[in-house]
């Protein structure tokens, strides 16, 4: 631990605009005890420290500036994730156990011993690696607050340690916490496999897969749509093939070719911005073929919106009215989705003005 009282006093007293003399004066202190304080020459008594801390209202503890050396920390964490991810168990245990002893209240260390035994859990299937996984994830939960990376989520600790006891056979364990963290349905999909695949209950099963359609649509759409996105800027033609299967994926979920469901709103952008794609890499024809399928799809759909799942495959016809940020109409919904953020080059322009035709009949 390293104390920073003489660096603090001198910084807290300049953040607060007071002169040595008049942090003296504040004190009923001598102005050489000041001077000593700040250059690290003596310690204020308890009683005065409790009294700048009052001053600057802040607390002794962050007065003193207690700094736990974080060095050795983050290079036990670095090694004991090296010998994880070469599944070297028996010395990222013995590894995890020392630096535990010295650090047992750091999130970053004991979350990633947790992380270890869980790894070591589906390798070994045993309940003792699974309780101390188990034991060490409920302890990173009660310093969570501390110091969590942005990329843990309390949600997600509480499923590794469904997962662990899923490796170790207890399914009903796992699944009931599974359950618990169904944020957004996050582990539906996972929910849906134990029920088939593990408890033999159909019924279930189906229940929470159809859960899960209309965020595979949203997800998948938004994934392959930035995807070919990133291609057409590295000026990769990978940028065209992959709309080409968003497109057939998202007519997949049609019961019927014919019919317009609401898949059809997220297949005219698609369409659009694989016009667009084409044009820039010189493929004109299908460009215009396709910018005139996406415009006469956008007036099916607007004239006839589908805000629901009906005449969807997989899907829970229960769904109440389904939302997204593309805009109130699929006309709206090309222009602001593709139009507006595409570069603006000859080939975005021609056919946007193809689209401003076709509006206009």
């Known amino acids: 631990m390293e104390i920073k009282v003489a660096e603090n006093i001198k910084n807290m007293r300049k953040a607060h605009g007071l002169t040595q003399e008049q942090l003296a004066d504040a004190l009923g202190v001598s102005i050489g005890a000041v001077y000593k304080w700040e250059s690290g020459q ?34 036990r964490v670095k090694r004991i994730q090296k010998l994880t991810a070469t599944k070297n168990f028996t010395e990222a245990v013995s590894e995890s156990d020392k630096a535990l002893k010295k650090y047992p209240n750091n999130f970053r260390l004991v979350y990633t011993c947790a992380f270890m035994y869980m790894v070591k859990t589906t390798e070994d299937k045993c309940r003792e690696s699974m309780i101390k996984s188990n034991e060490l994830f409920e302890k990173a939960l009660t310093l969570f607050d501390k110091n969590a990376p942005g990329e843990i989520s309390e949600v997600n600790i509480k499923n590794f340690i469904a997962t662990n006891y899923l490796s170790v056979g207890d399914t009903e364990k796992a699944l009931e916490i599974f359950k ?78 014919d019919s317009m ?60 009215i389904l939302i997204d940020s593309f805009g109130k109409t699929v006309c709206e919904a090309v222009e602001k989705s593709v139009f507006d953020i595409v570069p603006k080059t000859k080939a975005s322009r021609k056919i946007r003005k193809l689209w401003e035709e076709l509006k206009k009949g």
């Not at 204020?44 to 050795?72: C, H, R, W």
């Not at 794609?277 to 004239?303: C, M, P, V």
């Open 180 to 257: 618990e963290n169904n944020i957004r349905n996050i582990n539906s999909s996972l929910i849906s496999y134990l029920y088939a695949v593990e408890l033999k209950e159909p019924g279930e099963s189906i229940k929470y897969a159809k859960r899960t359609v209309i965020d595979v649509v949203i997800s998948m759409s938004r994934t392959i749509f930035g995807i070919s996105f990133a291609y057409a800027l590295k000026n990769d033609r990978s940028c065209i093939s992959s709309l080409e299967w968003l497109s057939s994926f998202l007519d997949s979920f049609k019961t019927d070719p």
């Open 261 to 320: 469901v609401y898949t059809d709103k997220f297949k005219t952008v698609t369409l659009a911005l694989l016009a667009v794609w084409e044009e820039t890499f010189g493929q004109s024809e299908s460009a215009a073929e396709h910018i005139t399928e996406a415009y006469e799809l956008a007036k099916r759909f607007d004239g006839a919106p589908v805000y629901n799942t009906k005449g969807m495959r997989f899907a829970d016809e229960s769904e109440g």
């Open 42 to 75: 003596s310690m204020p008594e308890l009683k005065i420290l409790m009294e700048i801390a009052d001053l600057f209202e802040t607390s002794v503890d962050s007065l003193l500036g207690y700094v736990q050396q974080s060095g050795n920390v983050e290079s």
